[in-house]
């Protein structure tokens, strides 16, 4: 659409139907009716313009757009185990020989490096987590994890924060949970 065009469109849009719902798919009736030049795109994946109707239809096109996530991360070196499967939403980034478990939730805009672990029970929302780190059973939000850091259960960490290069934080760092910086 040009945008002067949608949003005429747009504004002659009513909810003349059983459901009073305004669809969007109205507006091209309403151009071709003002005398716009409107013509067929071709879309090769039927998954790029699905309808979404009720909360089961939502599902299974998020389901779809999840799995599609999924099979591309593995299929450029990323390992995701175990069940149930990883949430991965699909701004999510993932370097090779990173190793994701089941039960582990990376969400909006996540970033990971090469050569990390993400444990079960992690949930990362919009991180930075550089190379061979080690994350499990902690929920990070807006964090960088710095190269080779460990961060283990029973790790409490702040929104935004900045974990250095090399840290140990938690449970499972081999240092019997005392951590040693942060």
């Given at each position: 659409?040009?945008?002067?065009?949608?949003?005429?469109g747009l504004a002659a849009l009513r909810p003349d139907n059983a459901q009073g719902e305004y669809y969007l798919t109205d507006t091209v009736a309403a151009l071709a009716s003002a005398g716009e030049r409107v013509v067929a795109q071709e879309v090769s994946d039927p998954v790029e313009i699905a309808g979404v109707n009720d909360r089961r239809q939502l599902r299974?096109?998020?389901?779809?757009?999840?799995?599609?996530?999924?099979?591309?991360?593995?299929?450029?070196?990323?390992?995701?185990?175990?069940?149930?499967?990883?949430?991965?939403?699909?701004?999510?980034?993932?370097?090779?020989?990173?190793?994701?478990?089941?039960?582990?939730?990376?969400?909006?805009?996540?970033?990971?490096?090469?050569?990390?672990?993400?444990?079960?029970?992690?949930?990362?929302?919009?991180?930075?987590?550089?190379?061979?780190?080690?994350?499990?059973?902690?929920?990070?939000?807006?964090?960088?994890?710095?190269?080779?850091?460990?961060?283990?259960p029973g790790a409490w960490i702040p929104s935004a924060a900045v974990i250095r290069a090399g840290a140990r934080i938690g449970h499972l760092t081999g240092d019997g949970g005392k951590g040693t910086g942060g």
């Amino acid at each position: 659409f040009r945008r002067d065009a949608l949003e005429r469109g747009l504004a002659a849009l009513r909810p003349d139907n059983a459901q009073g719902e305004y669809y969007l798919t109205d507006t091209v009736a309403a151009l071709a009716s003002a005398g716009e030049r409107v013509v067929a795109q071709e879309v090769s994946d039927p998954v790029e313009i699905a309808g979404v109707n009720d909360r089961r239809q939502l599902r299974e096109l998020e389901h779809e757009v999840r799995e599609r996530v999924r099979r591309s991360l593995m299929a450029s070196g990323v390992t995701l185990s175990g069940e149930p499967a990883p949430v991965l939403d699909p701004w999510v980034t993932v370097g090779p020989d990173t190793v994701i478990a089941g039960g582990a939730s990376l969400l909006g805009d996540t970033r990971i490096g090469r050569r990390c672990r993400i444990g079960p029970g992690s949930v990362l929302v919009n991180c930075r987590v550089e190379e061979d780190a080690k994350v499990e059973g902690v929920t990070l939000i807006g964090s960088r994890v710095g190269r080779g850091a460990s961060i283990g259960p029973g790790a409490w960490i702040p929104s935004a924060a900045v974990i250095r290069a090399g840290a140990r934080i938690g449970h499972l760092t081999g240092d019997g949970g005392k951590g040693t910086g942060g």
